[in-house]
């Protein structure tokens, strides 16, 4: 079990403390189902296993927040406990989750820009038989841009004279809704 310390944005303060004091979210903390999972796993269209569970969670008025967290004993969970020992604490982060009603669902662990894969590789060689996998599911690769063939264009289906006709007519209403929105004055510098 560790605890996770954040700040929570300002407009957000009094939302989160409210969701916090709520019987619903003292329930779900006791029940153990405030979950919190790797980074898009959440989102995923197939069940993915959690890797955390949110067990207590206090938000002050300033905004300062403590969460305490524990992994769970999912593959998940391991590669989670692994990086939270093995990484800087500027390498991952935890985002509160939240439904469309605002209440709390848990904690998301996701790793930052900072972290590279042979970083990823060590924070996770202690632990598991091929970091390197992991680390290929956890960082995306670079993708390099396909080179299409180049394809011959078709001629324009506009021709400029139609354009320039479009463009003419533009013109001139323009101008009719100018003149007829202008105001007689009721005299003239004739």
């Known amino acids: 079990m560790f605890t996770h310390r954040f700040n929570i944005p300002r407009p957000a303060i009094e939302s989160t403390r409210r ?6 979210f003292r329930e779900s903390l006791r029940l153990r189902e405030t979950l919190g999972y790797i980074a898009g796993d959440r989102d995923a269209l197939t069940d993915s296993p959690p890797a955390l569970v949110l067990t207590g969670l206090e938000v002050d008025s300033n905004g300062a927040a403590v969460a305490s967290l524990q992994t769970l004993a999912t593959t998940e969970g391991r590669i989670v406990r692994a990086l939270v020992v093995g990484l800087e604490p500027g390498d991952y982060r935890f985002t509160l989750a939240r439904n469309e009603h605002g209440e709390i669902l848990g904690f998301d662990f996701a790793l930052t820009d900072l972290v590279t894969r042979p970083i ?20 995306d690769a670079p993708r390099q841009p396909v080179e299409l063939p180049e394809r011959p264009r078709k001629p324009a289906m506009i021709s400029e004279s139609v354009i320039h006709r479009a463009r003419e007519i533009e013109r001139q209403q323009a101008q009719e809704q100018a003149r007829r929105n202008a105001k007689p004055l009721g005299f003239t510098f004739d």
Do not use: K, Y
């Open 120 to 139: 990823l590789r060590r924070a996770l060689a202690h632990n598991f038989d091929d970091p390197a996998d992991i680390a290929d599911v956890l960082i």
């Open 19 to 24: 969701a916090v004091q709520s019987a619903r």
